[in-house]
């Protein structure tokens, strides 16, 4: 078990070198000129634009802007944005609302996914189960901007019943929308994956075996179904993790939040490396980390899965 | 039993859910109340006024400022040497006179005794002169450095961009005393005093330049001289501006405060000035521009404004050179589509076609410019044109394009719809020419690479017409694309600014603007008019020639 997990937090050293790269050349790659972007219509004077060239070091090849950056890394210096902010700091500001809108949203699909699939698995074609196949159908095909702009007018500006965008203090009420939105798709995809296993465990050899051992039901629904149904499920939310991190872009348009979607799509834009790539790695890192854990739940959760 | 476990777990379902209602309760109060919860802290002092912005991209920093979300808080903290009346008049300032006996080439600034700025420190000509060689020194990488290279001593660079020696200080600028100082320019300039209201002129603290330290303290909660003065700054969220308790200008604050929420999209900006969350919207979503008039009524802005759109042919494309077959081409096009019409359906009247070359809300903006039938739809003069082109040099089959930026969505239907009607109209193809970025567009106008017409847009820095000629259509002039190149404009337009008297400078102004009427170096398309909202909380919504509203006169009720 240590030695499976010190393997796979070495794993961590190349994927760090290899993502920060990759991105690097891609951002580099970008085509237009930042420089010329930040003058605008107007353009900037040569020295000026020369001046801040040499500061960026816009002015050497790929490779050594690369090691430029590497080097401030092992120094915990993430570089600066053009605006002449420290990307740590822009960091700081990004993460703690991106991290509680992905937490709260994982925590809302979850619970209320694995809930309803449940109860909707254990009986297959109820009328519980069709309503809520129907409702999840309706989550998936509906785009995400869809659902956000419709509760937000609806529940936000006519109602009035929860804030229309984020206050400062990132408050739970104002907040909880937004959580919403953003899970509101993987809510649907866990309900109808918890459904359909629960739905094929409750007829197998074992579950018939513990009701035959004289086992209350809740136990045989919990210990038996659900643990076995879980698999699956974690797999899917642990991934989802990752993608509510990096890719909460529109919701957190929506509702007017400074996350880590909308300021890695600005630094895209004006072709910010330090920063994109900065953001990436965390984003690589937690991925790799919610992974790990994924995999030690499994063994968790069933016992003939055993980690060397 | 069996029974049991579901109804356990539904209860547990709803007993959450019923928390997370119950734990919004607060908000259910309706909208007024939530715009009181909404401010928090912010409104205890009863009349502080919440208003739109974008977070600014640089530190605030006069010089270093050169885009709206830092230029609309530099203009409520900082006063310069004069200043810009609601109708876009220029006043004095922090000036007592500022005076030129030679046609402008050389200018007097004397400044008013006692201006202090907000930590108490006396204001002097030094605290100028400092900030401008700042601004100045190309080592710096101010991005509005420009607006000094009318100052004589503007360092010179090679071809690389390497300063030329080294550069220690404008030597265009000498202080005579703490109260008075002269500047010297490059070519003689009569509208100079006009500039000196913007921005990147502002004074900056004594020792705020000393260290990189100082700096840094200076651009995130700057020592300011203007009516409000900076007092919370967190990024990307909000920026609370207070009454400057040592401003004794003109202008100042009526409100106890304002606070600029941060937004990266203007519709979540719109739902909360729906929901009464925001007071002040100076934009209005590209979604609510068909309903804006409805939702708001009365408190709906919409008025002509300062930004001003064209489209540029470059000379250099062929077909459209510099003779008599390129300016036929260029006028049969400008009258080959419905400026009115683009107007009225695609922007639902939040545009005004153009009828000259100055944006409607700018002193020396004309409807009545001779030659100036070229902006109006005719297709039968159109086709007649044209055809006189053809008969010079054939345009075969050749496709006409204008390029555009696809980063915003402010662009491609409007360039769909004009490119349209010039295909129909003319009996050509035309395409648009998609850029997926702004930076892109620019780099090969700038560098003179474009392979088709491109659109171009344009914001006064301060009142004056030749602000919308100059820098665009001068030989050498920076946003040059079309590299225009007429002796005679250029020396009407010089004629014209070296006027000292208002009329006689308006007239030549029109001159001018008869010449580029004729030449099209640019086709002008509407002015984008003024648009926004406000909420019912505040009064007195007043939008200046700069399209921003006049923040330190909005009252909260």
Redesign the interface.
């Known amino acids: 078990m240590k030695r499976y997990v010190g393997r796979r937090l070495l794993q961590l050293i190349p994927v760090f070198f290899g993502a920060t790269f990759l991105i690097f050349a891609m951002v580099y790659a ?5 420089i ?17 060239e040499r ?1 960026y070091h816009l002015d050497q090849p790929l490779l050594i802007q690369y090691l430029y950056y590497l080097k401030g890394i092992f120094t915990f210096d993430f570089g600066m944005t ?4 420290p990307v740590v ?2 960091m700081a ?2 993460f703690p609302w991106t991290l509680k809108l992905a937490l709260m949203a994982i925590v809302f699909e979850s ?2 996914g694995i ?2 699939g ?2 909707a698995g ?1 009986r297959r074609g109820g009328v519980f189960d069709s309503t809520v196949l129907v409702l999840s159908l309706f989550l998936i095909a509906i785009p995400v901007f869809v659902i956000g ?1 419709l509760l ?2 609806i529940i ?2 006519k109602l ?6 984020v ?3 990132m408050s ?2 104002s907040m ?1 929308m937004p959580a919403i939105v953003l899970g509101a798709v993987s809510f649907a995809y866990i309900l109808r994956l918890t459904r359909t296993e629960v739905a094929e465990n409750a007829t197998a050899d074992y579950v018939r075996t513990a009701t035959a051992k004289g086992l ?3 136990k045989v ?2 210990r038996h179904i659900l643990r076995n149904s879980l698999i699956p499920v974690i797999t899917f939310i642990g991934a989802d993790l990752g993608a509510l991190m990096g890719g909460a872009i529109v919701t ?5 939040i ?1 996350g880590v979607g ?2 890695m799509y ?1 630094a895209i ?1 004006q ?1 910010e490396a330090a920063t994109v790539v900065s953001f990436t790695t965390i984003l690589v890192l937690v991925y790799i980390f919610t992974s790990l854990i994924v995999d030690l739940l499994y063994a968790a959760l069933d016992p003939r899965i055993r980690y060397e | ?2 029974k ?3 109804a ?3 209860a ?2 709803a007993l ?1 859910f019923a928390l ?1 209602l119950a ?2 309760s ?6 007024s109340s ?1 715009a009181g ?2 401010s ?1 802290d912010a409104t205890s002092g009863g009349g502080v006024v919440l208003a739109y912005n974008t ?5 605030l920093i006069p010089s ?1 400022v ?2 709206v979300g830092g230029g609309n808080i530099l203009e409520l903290i900082f006063e310069g040497l004069t200043r810009y009346d609601v109708d876009g008049s220029t006043k004095l300032a922090i000036a007592e006179s500022i005076t030129t006996t030679d046609d402008g080439k050389t200018w007097n600034v004397k400044i008013k005794e006692g201006k202090k700025f907000s930590d108490g420190s006396p204001l002097t000509v030094q605290n100028f002169v400092d900030a401008w060689n700042w601004g100045a020194n ?6 509005s ?2 607006f000094f ?1 009318a100052i004589e001593g503007y ?1 010179e ?1 090679d071809e ?4 030329v020696g080294t550069f220690d200080g404008l030597s265009g600028l000498e202080v005579v005393s703490d109260t008075e100082f002269n500047i010297t320019l490059n070519e003689a300039d009569p509208e100079f005093d006009k500039q000196l209201g913007y921005s990147a002129f502002y004074p900056l603290p004594t020792g705020s330049l000393d260290s990189p330290e100082a700096l840094e303290a200076q ?1 995130t909660k700057p020592v300011s001289n203007g009516p409000y003065v900076l007092q919370a700054w ?5 920026i609370e501006l207070v009454p400057n308790p040592e401003y004794d200008g003109d202008i100042p604050a009526k409100n106890a405060g304002l606070t600029f ?5 203007d ?3 719109y ?2 000035l ?2 009464g ?1 925001l007071d002040v919207l100076d934009s209005i979503p590209a979604d609510a521009m068909s309903t804006f008039k409805d939702d708001l009524g009365e408190r709906a802005i919409n008025q002509d404004g300062a930004v001003y759109q064209f489209f540029t042919i470059p000379y250099y494309l062929e077909h459209f050179a510099d003779d008599e077959e390129g300016r036929l081409r260029r006028q049969a096009i400008s009258m080959a589509f419905d400026r009115q019409e683009i107007c009225d359906t695609l922007f639902n009247g939040t545009r005004t076609p153009a009828t000259d070359f100055v944006a409607a809300v700018i002193p020396g903006h004309s409807d009545s410019i001779a030659g100036n039938e070229v902006l109006q739809y005719n297709p039968e003069k159109a086709k007649e044109l044209w055809a006189q082109a053809n008969a010079i040099s054939d345009w075969g089959n050749s496709t006409f394009k204008i390029a555009y930026n696809a ?1 915003s969505s402010a662009h491609k239907e409007w360039v769909e719809a004009v490119l349209n009607q010039v295909g129909q109209t003319l009996e050509i193809s035309a395409e648009p020419e998609a850029y ?5 567009l ?2 090969d106008a ?1 560098n003179g690479t474009m392979k088709s017409a491109l659109r ?3 914001q006064a820095d301060y009142p004056s017409a030749y602000n919308f000629m100059g ?1 665009i259509y001068r030989l050498n002039a ?2 040059n694309d079309s590299r225009y190149n007429n002796p005679e404009f250029e020396k009407v337009l010089l004629e014209a600014r070296s006027q000292q008297d208002e009329a006689a400078r308006t007239e030549g102004y029109a001159k001018a603007q008869e010449i580029l009427m004729r030449d099209l170096p640019a086709i002008p398309l509407w002015g984008q008019n003024a648009l926004g909202g406000y909420s019912e909380h505040v009064d007195n919504v007043v939008v200046n020639w700069k399209t921003v509203p006049v923040y330190q006169d909005i009252v909260k009720k």
């Open positions: 970008l085509p237009g000129d930042p010329a972007a930040l003058g605008g219509d107007k353009g900037l004077p040569p020295a000026v634009r020369a001046a801040i500061e053009f605006s002449g902010r700091e822009v500001d990004a619970v209320f809930l309803f449940v109860f254990l702009f937000q007018f936000g500006v009035g019943w929860l804030p229309v965008t206050d400062q203090s739970f009420k909880l209350s039901r809740p629904v919990v957190e348009g929506i509702f007017n400074p909308g300021t600005k834009f072709g | 039993m069996r049991k476990i579901f356990v777990l539904v547990a379902g959450v997370s734990a919004c607060p908000a259910g109060g309706g909208a939530g919860a909404a928090g977070e600014p991209q640089t530190n270093m050169n885009e190309p080592e710096n990488g101010a991005l450095g420009e290279m360092p660079v690389e961009g390497n300063l651009g967190d990024h990307n969220e909000k929420k941060m937004y990266t999209d519709s979540a900006a739902n909360d729906l929901a969350n980063d997926a970025q702004f930076s892109e620019r780099n700038t171009g847009g344009w820098p920076g946003a």
